[in-house]
């Protein structure tokens, strides 16, 4: 069977078109082929085909037009596949292989184009980029209402369609093919005159072929015509364009045309971090195909990284992805979500898009205006690619879900503070402390080496565990050890064995710990937040469900609940089941955050109702045997 979105909708059965029936019917297959092999709830059906309100019956109606597709199936001169519509809640399936659609086998075909173009083979890659453009017969769903699906799948792979276009004609003028190619491009320019690669190619088909003013005269209409709509200059590639004309230079390709636009641009990983130490499993998990096959052969590898504040999520990130690189031959990208950054909003979806289509070189004006057409045109300009994606310090999977590639061998890496910020088809790696051996192994190797000597030993090993071996408590010490010269490391540990406020910053707002787990803290539900101030009391040696509801006069279910959401968040940790406890450092948090907010009648009285509850609830000792 055939499905073509590449033009008109069409179904096909050994060539046979199939009957597809209603406009709304169309539609309905429209969604599913717009998220093939996906499942698409009846009540996104809903608010497709009604989006001010449907009738009541309006959920029977999409049930109806579904087994109406179902018939138009079956109605196939061969056997069409049996369970091709599927029904699975909340919704539906429609099971479509690799190259029964043209938006597959088009997308497969510009991969293929690029890979050859990357290697050099231009003239298998032009051949793949004219192959590629035979599959379009029109406008994508051209015939389909314009539902917000559609109007996202349309507006992405015109784009796509486009991009890959421009990809084409380069190859075609890096071979010396012109026959051609100045009428296509004038027709395409006159549709989108401010398009500056288009330009730029006219001019140089124009110039190849002897039509120098003609070439120098574009670049004048051009120039003008982005004054006078978008207020703007011409950009590098058109200026080049001129510049070489205008000197009479034979023909070479601008300098960013050789291999993917952008390619050299999109190195953009931060610094690798100065020290690293240890971590070696989880790098080698990082480095491991989740699948169990060639990294890339089934889709885009996902890994979350999650773990409380400070405990080294970002470093270990850039860390691992600073050796994958060479594996990433298309580019880098990372991005800071802002999940939890003292004083900024985290980044929506749309903004976070936004920015990452500027990164692959789609300007302002090209640029989409609704997250899911973003997102349509972000994976569509990642087929084919293998690139590596850092997306830091996310909040929660809705933030995250838009940013990932559709297919193809990329690789992403997420870290965030939530345990679920996970994916079904992803993996998650969740960071504890470090070993004490090695924390103090940081220690040493982030302050001066003239600081250290044989007394030192012991110091060190205090100081990793006031800091509960977290990478960015001990990262601090060492900082400000550094930045007084007159300190020895027993002063250091003086200070933070007298008063943890050193590290915690109590009275220094700015200390990275604090703000950050503090950020963790404002985030939480009201609740939540009552449950961690009381918990900063009564939490030793740790507590279970019904300890946390009689610190908060709550049934034990909702105490589980809450506990759960506090573990989701990682402030506190299960290391036994059913049974929860802070890492010291969040302890000493809680507590403050206790003192600060809550009254000490309040702190008095739970701390009484806990200790009645426990002595209640210890098994009273069998009289001895006689």
């Given at each position: 069977m055939e499905f073509k979105v590449l033009g008109a909708l069409e179904v096909r059965e050994c060539g046979?078109?199939?009957?597809?029936?209603?406009?709304?019917?169309?539609?309905?297959?429209?969604?599913?082929?717009?998220?093939?092999?996906?499942?698409?709830?009846?009540?996104?059906?809903?608010?497709?085909?009604?989006?001010?309100?449907?009738?009541?019956?309006?959920?029977?109606?999409?049930?109806?037009?579904?087994?109406?597709?179902r018939r138009?199936?079956?109605?196939?001169?061969?056997?069409?596949?049996?369970?091709?519509?599927?029904?699975?809640?909340?919704?539906?399936?429609?099971?479509?292989?690799?190259?029964?659609?043209?938006?597959?086998?088009?997308?497969?075909?510009?991969?293929?184009?690029?890979?050859?173009?990357?290697?050099?083979?231009?003239?298998?890659?032009?051949k793949c980029y004219r192959e590629a453009d035979r599959l379009w017969r029109g406008g994508p769903f051209s015939d389909v209402p314009p539902i917000s699906s559609v109007v996202a799948a349309q507006t992405a792979l015109a784009e796509l369609r486009l991009i890959s276009r421009e990809e084409g004609y380069e190859t075609a003028l890096d071979l010396g093919v012109e026959e051609g190619l100045v009428t296509e491009l004038s027709r395409l320019v006159e549709a989108y005159p401010l398009r500056e690669r288009l330009v730029a190619q006219l001019m140089r088909a124009l110039y190849r072929t002897g039509r120098t003013a003609d070439a120098l005269g574009l670049a004048r209409r051009t120039r003008r015509r982005l004054a006078e709509e978008i207020g703007a200059d011409p950009g590098p590639e058109l200026r080049h364009r001129e510049l070489a004309i205008l000197r009479g230079e034979p023909d070479p390709p601008p300098p960013a045309a050789r291999g993917r636009a952008g390619a050299a641009a999109l190195a953009q990983l931060p610094a690798d971090v100065p020290v690293f130490i240890g971590r070696r499993a989880e790098l080698e998990q990082l480095r491991a195909d989740p699948n169990g096959g060639p990294r890339g052969s089934h889709g885009p590898s996902i890994t979350v990284i999650d773990g409380m504040p400070g405990v080294g999520k970002t470093a270990l990130a850039v860390h691992a992805a600073h050796s994958l690189a060479p594996m990433y031959p298309d580019g880098q990208l990372f991005l800071d979500l802002h999940g939890h950054t003292e004083g900024l909003e985290p980044l929506e979806p749309g903004e976070a898009l936004g920015s990452l289509l500027r990164r692959l070189g789609v300007s302002e004006p090209q640029m989409p205006p609704t997250v899911d057409e973003r997102a349509a045109l972000y994976r569509g300009l990642l087929t084919g690619r293998r690139m590596l994606i850092v997306l830091d310090n996310a909040l929660a999977s809705g933030q995250v879900a838009p940013l990932l590639p559709g297919a193809g061998g990329s690789m992403v890496i997420v870290t965030s503070r939530s345990r679920s910020t996970g994916f079904h088809h992803g993996r998650s790696l969740t960071l504890g402390a470090m070993p004490r051996d090695e924390a103090a192994e940081l220690m040493r190797l982030s302050v001066p080496e003239d600081r250290i000597d044989d007394?030192?030993?012991?110091?060190?090993?205090?100081?990793?565990?006031?800091?509960?071996?977290?990478?960015?408590?001990?990262?601090?010490?060492?900082?400000?050890?550094?930045?007084?010269?007159?300190?020895?490391?027993?002063?250091?540990?003086?200070?933070?064995?007298?008063?943890?406020?050193?590290?915690?910053?109590?009275?220094?707002?700015?200390?990275?710990?604090?703000?950050?787990?503090?950020?963790?803290?404002?985030?939480?539900?009201?609740?939540?937040?009552?449950?961690?101030?009381?918990?900063?009391?009564?939490?030793?040696?740790?507590?279970?469900?019904?300890?946390?509801?009689?610190?908060?006069?709550?049934?034990?279910?909702?105490?589980?609940?809450?506990?759960?959401?506090?573990?989701?968040?990682?402030?506190?940790?299960?290391?036994?089941?059913?049974?929860?406890?802070?890492?010291?450092?969040l302890r000493l948090h809680a507590l403050r955050a206790a003192e600060r907010d809550l009254s000490e009648a309040e702190r008095r009285s739970a701390a009484d109702r806990l200790r009645e509850h426990?002595?209640?609830?210890?098994?009273?000792?069998a009289p001895p045997r006689r």
């Open positions: 046979t078109p199939l009957p597809l029936g209603t406009p709304r019917m169309r539609a309905v297959l429209s969604v599913l082929l717009t998220h093939p092999n996906q499942v698409v709830s009846v009540d996104r059906f809903v608010d497709e085909l009604w989006p001010d309100g449907g009738p009541a019956a309006a959920r029977g109606q999409v049930h109806d037009y579904v087994s109406r597709l138009a199936f079956r109605s196939a001169p061969t056997e069409a596949p049996a369970r091709r519509l599927v029904t699975r809640k909340p919704g539906y399936l429609l099971e479509v292989g690799e190259e029964e659609l043209d938006r597959h086998r088009y997308e497969r075909l510009l991969a293929d184009a690029r890979s050859a173009r990357e290697s050099n083979d231009l003239q298998t890659s032009l007394r030192t030993r012991e110091h060190i090993a205090e100081a990793v565990d006031l800091c509960g071996a977290l990478p960015l408590a001990l990262v601090i010490c060492a900082s400000r050890l550094g930045a007084h010269s007159t300190w020895s490391f027993e002063y250091l540990v003086d200070s933070l064995r007298g008063w943890r406020r050193e590290l915690m910053g109590a009275d220094a707002p700015e200390c990275p710990v604090m703000a950050s787990v503090e950020l963790s803290f404002q985030r939480l539900a009201p609740e939540e937040r009552r449950l961690y101030r009381f918990l900063g009391i009564g939490s030793e040696p740790g507590v279970d469900a019904y300890e946390a509801a009689v610190l908060i006069g709550v049934e034990p279910d909702r105490a589980r609940y809450l506990l759960d959401r506090l573990f989701e968040a990682h402030l506190l940790d299960e290391p036994a089941e059913g049974r929860y406890a802070f890492h010291e450092l426990r002595r209640r609830s210890r098994p009273v000792a």
